[in-house]
């Protein structure tokens, strides 16, 4: 009797018949299950798709990752599996790729050679111990390790300085310090060098050395110089913890609920000496300006050579930022990096791999597809238009004399940069809602500068066109700008009060017109500023400062409601919402602490550090909010970077979704923006755009060699979706 009859007939006979019958069960099912599998697995001619297994069955919510170097630049794309361990890698360019799984509580499977139209099913791979699969684990789950100084160190009881605080020193060992730069916690920074281990006994006065590296140590010292000498002990005792096997306490979950939908994919662009702070892809305003179109890298202190991607064709290409002959390089005092190396890189010796002198920190597209950036053309010394003595309406109130990065502007289309000779700093740059396209700017220091870029395209003169404002209180209350006393000064009750809180980022108001600002420092918050109708004589200012258990505030953001979004130190994602406030909003008490019930806050996920109650160790560095449901998450969801998350954390209906990036380890941003390439095309059509922002990109997996990243975020309603 053939075994491939009827089986439950066959599975009646006698033990032997029996045993062939469960055999041929057994086979029928697996290879019935597998057909079954694919064919419920649909893919076009671009994608590919398969499961994943694992000893115990299907393996859900682990990364199917496929790469190619057949580009014309490095290409990657990962996806999540479902419930069922099924997979869809979807409209990938045609060209051959290595196509692996990695998860938690996995280690790599073996990489498989195919094109896209195929099905390519996998063997997951189980993590032989608990340090394998903690190679993977989010930078996070080992920085937390790191041990903080007990209460009883602070107030100069012990040889940290007796003015700062334990929240200061969390403030500059997080995201306005040193993870500010660069991600810490993954391999590279929880590992010393062999050269710096060489040279000395012991990790404490490793890492003493190691902060001295590069161009960027005279401002890494600067910082750990500010809290005493103690941060080497603890870094010291960190690294030399996990040398000796230590492992994370906490272990990560693997993506759950829309996270299964979410597809990463990766280019390098840039050079592997450079980083690249930011990118931008369209008009904050107006997410449909330069649909499809090609993404412009800002590289700060690495280069004048601005990095072009199309995304379409995978090409890459530049345009040089030109300066006059006499401006100098934007590098050595002054400046966040040095003109040469304070000591040897462990990576790059004594060479000199940043050289610019335009120094392009952010840019911004405009309506007309124009990009609009935060750099400079020209020397730091002012023209006399900017000065005392001048009759400009700004300079007149107050004048400036020096300006380190300015304003230029590129236009893709016939590729003319102009250099623009403005009187006050940038840093950030946003478009106001005005019919002005007013260009509102942090970086001034005491001023808060705009252009006004309607004048400067119907006039030419820029002049004309900007223009510049001191950040005044209404402490006396009468509603409008007077004469006022100085920071310094007591307040008048007959008088406004300047105050100093400079701007870092900056977010014009899509409800009121307003503009605000966030400052940092041991005491930050948010600044709102209304301009009025001659802002340099009218517009008026508000402080608020951050209460506890919020500090540290960096980068902010603004939803179409008008309430501000803040990364914070504290581990948190902080909103301020102006209109819970009790109090008056001006007069001689409002000054920055009087309105605590506007603030609320949410925590950010992944471990806290030990001993210092419930916290996050996440230390954003940015956050924006996606005003026009650019990523499928809906309207005004806040969305911060998660500088320690690998990725991107966003916020919807009170849940924090995980946006992480799971290859190559350490991926880090520092701003981002959302893009429709077409409102028509469902998931297709939209996405975020951001870039591996770390200053050093050969510290992400793969090292020296590495080159930063353009990353396109988008979310599929269900993870086959194709």
């Known amino acids: 009797m053939s075994i491939t009859a009827t089986p439950r007939h066959i599975c009646q006979h006698s033990n032997p018949l029996r045993a062939a019958c469960v055999i041929a069960v057994a086979l029928c099912a697996s290879s019935c299950a597998d ?37 014309p630049t490095r290409f990657i794309r990962s996806v999540v599996t479902d419930d069922q361990g099924r997979y869809v890698l979807p409209d990938l360019p045609q060209a051959n790729y290595d196509i692996w799984v990695r998860g938690y509580g996995l280690v790599d499977s073996q990489k498989l050679k195919s094109m896209p139209g195929k099905i390519v099913n996998h063997t997951a791979r189980i993590a032989p111990d608990e340090a394998s699969a903690a190679h993977y684990y989010p930078a996070i789950y080992w920085y937390s390790m790191l041990k903080i100084p007990a209460a009883d160190q602070f107030g100069g009881s012990g040889e940290i300085p007796a003015n700062i605080t334990q929240n200061d020193w969390l403030n500059l060992m997080k995201n306005n310090g040193c993870i500010g730069c660069h991600q810490l916690g993954q391999l590279s920074t929880r590992t010393i060098p062999k050269v710096f281990l060489d040279q000395f006994p012991n990790h404490e006065q490793a890492w003493a050395r190691r902060v001295l590296s590069g161009q960027a140590g005279s401002t890494m010292i600067g910082l750990t110089s500010q809290i005493g000498g103690a941060p080497f002990k603890y870094f010291g005792e960190w690294t030399q913890r996990v040398a000796n096997g230590e492992l994370p306490a906490h272990q990560p979950q693997r993506p759950q609920g829309v996270e299964r939908g979410i597809v990463v994919t990766l280019w390098e662009w840039s050079d592997d000496k450079k980083y690249l702070h930011d990118l931008i892809s369209t008009d904050r305003r107006n997410p449909t300006v330069n649909a499809y179109g090609p993404l412009f890298g800002s590289p700060e202190y690495a280069t004048d050579n601005v990095p072009i991607l199309d995304p379409k064709t995978n090409a890459l290409s530049s345009f040089r930022m030109t300066v006059t002959p006499d401006t100098p390089e934007a590098l050595g005092p002054g400046h966040a990096a040095a003109a040469q190396a304070l000591q040897p890189s462990a990576y790059w010796g004594d060479e000199k791999i940043w050289d610019t002198r335009a120094n392009n920190h952010n840019s911004m597209f405009d309506g007309q597809g124009r990009l609009w950036l935060a750099a400079t053309g020209h020397p730091p010394e002012n023209p006399d238009v900017c000065k005392k003595g001048s009759n400009h309406p700004s300079a ?321 309603p269900d993870p086959l979706a194709k």
């Open 396 to 716: 007149k109130l107050f004048p400036i004399e020096r300006t380190a990065r300015r304003i230029t502007r590129y236009e893709p289309q016939t590729g003319q940069y102009t250099a623009l000779l403005t009187c006050f700093s940038t840093h950030h740059l946003q478009f106001g809602y005005d019919a002005d396209n007013t260009l509102w700017t942090s970086g001034g220091g005491q001023v808060v500068g705009w252009l006004n870029t309607k004048v400067l395209d119907e006039t030419g003169d820029v002049d004309k066109a900007q223009g510049w404002t001191a950040l005044v209180l209404d402490t006396n209350g009468n509603g409008k700008r007077d004469a006022y006393v100085e920071p310094n000064q007591p307040i008048d009750p007959a008088k406004d009060k300047r105050i100093v809180a400079g701007w870092y980022a900056v977010m014009p108001s899509p409800a009121d017109g307003s503009v605000w600002g966030t400052f940092r420092g041991n005491t930050s918050g948010v600044v709102r500023l209304a301009p009025g109708d001659n802002p340099p004589a009218t517009a008026l200012a508000e402080i608020y400062n951050v209460p506890l258990p919020g500090f540290g505030v960096r980068g902010g953001d603004i939803d179409g409601n008008g309430v501000v979004w803040v990364s914070l130190a504290s581990g948190h994602l902080g909103s301020f919402d102006r209109s819970k406030c009790k109090g008056p909003l001006n007069g001689p008490k409002a000054t920055g602490d009087h309105c605590p019930e506007g603030w609320s806050f949410y925590q950010y996920p992944g471990p806290g550090f030990d001993g210092i109650g419930e916290n996050s160790a996440e230390s954003s560095y940015y956050t924006w909010v996606d005003q026009h449901n650019t990523f499928g998450l809906g309207e005004n969801v806040p969305m911060s970077t998660g500088n320690l998350n690998d990725g991107l954390i966003a916020m919807q209906d009170g849940k924090m979704v995980v946006l992480r990036v799971p290859y190559p380890l350490g991926y880090y941003a520092k701003g981002f923006d959302g893009r429709i390439d077409d409102p028509n095309a469902g998931w297709k059509g939209r996405g975020l755009w951001t870039t591996n922002g770390d200053r050093v990109p050969w510290l992400i997996e793969g090292g020296k060699g590495s080159k930063p990243l353009a990353a396109h975020f988008q979310l599929r």
């Open 35 to 71: 057909r079954a599998t694919q064919q419920a697995i649909a893919i076009d001619a671009d994608d590919i798709g398969g499961t994943v297994s694992g000893p115990n069955g299907p393996e859900a919510g682990a990364w199917v990752i496929a790469e190619t170097r057949e580009l």
